[in-house]
T-cell receptor, first 113, second 114 residues
């Protein structure tokens, strides 16, 4: 079992669909993150959760809605996305939100048609 | 405005030779730097880090050098192996900053030829 597991690995959705990305970490960490990697761009931090509480929203549009029911699970709910939202979405975790060593999942490659 | 830049998008090196990856940053508040390695279809994995109180950190074949005055860091891989072929990201942060604001560079794709 890998440390951080993301599902699905690939997702194709229309602009009117609603879908969710799931992340689970088995490392006993207390902080979880969503990152976005668009083509030819650096990784961008989207959201940070520390002990289930959101501590960072990096000016992300409301069509992305995160949910963290416990320290091991993180979701990203998607609705009415735009084609420019197509990207690799990476989940990560760390011991605490001030611990710089992040452990990443394999990501969900999202295509919005 | 990118605060962390990797100006070489790709690098090709012969097996056994040295790979040198470069990274520049603009924010003088950054005091902790990391390198991550990413294979296709996998997430980035932590490789090596350095804090600003040091100018060198070594772990096996990997050495990171930090030049604070130039706001520049580099990763040396010696000797390079075919399994090192991957995309390498440098990242910078401010130690203890809430929200773990790791700022990443755009990555350098390394190809090690047998």
């Amino acid at each position: 079992e890998t440390g951080v597991t993301q599902t699905p690995r690939h997702l194709v959705m229309g602009m009117t669909n609603k879908k969710s990305l799931k992340c689970e970490q088995h490392l006993g960490h207390n902080a979880m993150y969503w990152y976005k990697q668009s083509a030819k761009k650096p990784l961008e931090l989207m959201f940070v959760y520390n002990f289930k509480e959101q501590t960072e929203n990096n000016s992300v549009p409301s069509r992305f809605s995160p949910e963290c029911p416990n320290s091991s699970h993180l979701f990203l709910h998607l609705h009415t996305l735009q084609p420019e939202d197509s990207a690799l979405y990476l989940c990560a975790s760390s011991q605490t939100e001030t611990n710089e060593k992040l452990f990443f999942g394999s990501g969900t490659q999202l295509s919005v048609l | 405005d990118q605060q962390v830049k990797q100006n070489s998008p790709s690098l090709s090196v012969q097996e056994g030779r040295i790979s040198i990856l470069n990274c520049d940053y603009t924010n003088s508040m950054f005091d902790y730097f990391l390198w991550y390695k990413k294979y296709p279809a996998e997430g980035p994995t932590f490789l090596i880090s350095i804090s600003s109180i040091k100018d060198k950190n070594e772990d096996g074949r990997f050495t990171v050098f930090l030049n604070k005055s130039a706001k520049h860091l580099s990763l040396h891989i010696v000797p390079s192996q075919p399994g090192d072929s991957a995309v390498y990201f440098c990242a910078a942060s401010i130690i203890g900053a809430a929200g773990n604001k790791l700022t990443f560079g755009g990555g350098t794709r390394v190809l090690v030829k047998p």
